[in-house]
């Protein structure tokens, strides 16, 4: 098979990068599921159906899933199909003439970029269908299509075809996105419930484990492949009542729990699932502990006497940056008191009786000055 595609090369190049032959590939190396197809790539020496959904597929049996990027490895017939291995997007690869490739369509052009983070993708010039393939060589990919010119590249379909489960490794804390104009790394929101997570909001990162971190991308990549339960060295910078402090902490690396294409509201790390209502919807009960009585059916209202949204319908990823931001603030407060809704009746709940952390509980003040 891999000789017909290089002779497939060959009579391409012969016709003027003529890439009608790579999608007669495109359709024998993938399979039709869900209005998209998923794509056979091999890896290491095994072969895997995979495809990009931004929600998990249905009616189809999951051999992986990755919902944090929208990755999964369907459960499809192998047996004779013809199949990809991944490239990478080096700075030759930046110079060739490629295609996107669909079963239904074919764009030449070029990347523009390979990918920068979890959900920066790579960018091709002209339009990837939803699992198109970036190739120039029928059965070599650069990467997998999302949406509009994005596709995913080599380096994070590697990264998810080598786990034996999808994990993202996690300090407690969400950055500020960076750019030209904000180039310092600062800590947006800070999640309470981590283990004696000691960050505080507007807290400037300068390294983790010595090494200096640039950007926001960098930031999710390192963090994400630190190993659960090793330790992070971290050290920040604080501006605390206009005195400058240089702090490093040693943090417990945990896994993530939500972000990028999944909800992130932190309740998740205490076994508690939220809908976009703020009504839990299930709760884990190997976390009890750190529930304190929340029960499936809750509706949480408040927060420290803070409404959390209005009673007008709001964007969920509005409620989401909402309930992150309150949350953080009870990281310098000290306390975590929930209004909650059960059966008609409100009462608050103290949720910092069941949380672990020393910098936190250090801060409360019951006088509130």
Not at 7 to 17: E, G, N, P, T, V
Not at 101 to 107: A, E, G, L, N, R
Not at 168 to 176: N, T
Request: positive net charge.
């Amino acid at each position: 098979m891999r000789f017909l595609a290089f002779f497939a090369l060959c009579i391409c190049l012969s016709f003027s990068y003529d890439f009608s032959f790579c999608q007669k590939y495109y359709r024998d190396a993938s399979v039709p599921v869900e209005q998209t197809r998923a794509v056979l790539i091999e890896h290491e020496k095994q072969k895997f159906f995979v495809a990009f959904f931004p929600t998990p597929p249905k009616n189809q049996q999951i051999l992986k899933a990755d919902p944090f990027i929208g990755l999964y490895i369907l459960n499809l017939p192998i047996k004779d199909k013809p199949s990809y291995v991944l490239m990478p997007i080096d700075s030759k690869a930046q110079t060739l003439n490629m295609a996107s490739i669909s079963s239904k369509t074919i764009q030449k052009g070029i990347i523009l970029q390979s990918q920068q983070g979890f959900l920066d993708y790579a960018r091709f010039s002209g339009e990837v269908p939803r699992n198109g393939v970036i190739s120039n060589i029928c059965y070599q990919i650069y990467g997998l299509g999302t949406q509009k010119d994005q596709f995913i590249d080599h380096k994070y379909l590697s990264r998810f075809l080598e786990q034996d489960t999808p994990y993202y490794g996690d300090l407690g804390i969400r950055i500020y996105p960076t750019d030209s104009k904000n180039k310092t790394l600062k800590v947006q929101y800070v999640d309470p419930f981590f283990p004696n997570v000691p960050f505080l909001k507007d807290d400037e990162i300068l390294s983790i484990n010595q090494k200096p971190i640039k950007d926001y991308n960098e930031f999710e990549w390192f963090v994400s492949n630190l190993k659960k339960d090793s330790i992070a060295q971290v050290t920040i910078k604080r501006i605390n009542k206009k005195k400058t402090e240089t702090l490093t902490f040693d943090v417990v690396v945990q896994p993530r729990y939500g972000g990028f294409l999944l909800p992130d509201i932190f309740f998740d790390r205490i076994g508690i699932k939220l809908d976009n209502e703020l009504k839990v919807i299930s709760t884990d009960p190997a976390k009890y502990n750190l529930q304190q009585g929340l029960l499936k059916g809750d509706i949480i209202l408040w927060i420290n006497g803070e409404r959390i949204f209005s009673y007008t319908k709001q964007n969920p990823k509005d409620v989401q940056a909402r309930l992150r931001e309150i949350l953080t603030q009870a990281v310098s407060l000290g306390k975590l008191e929930v209004l909650i809704s059960r059966d008609g009746f409100q009462f608050t709940i103290n949720l910092i009786n069941g949380i672990q952390n020393d910098y936190i509980k250090a801060r409360y003040n019951p006088f509130g000055f």
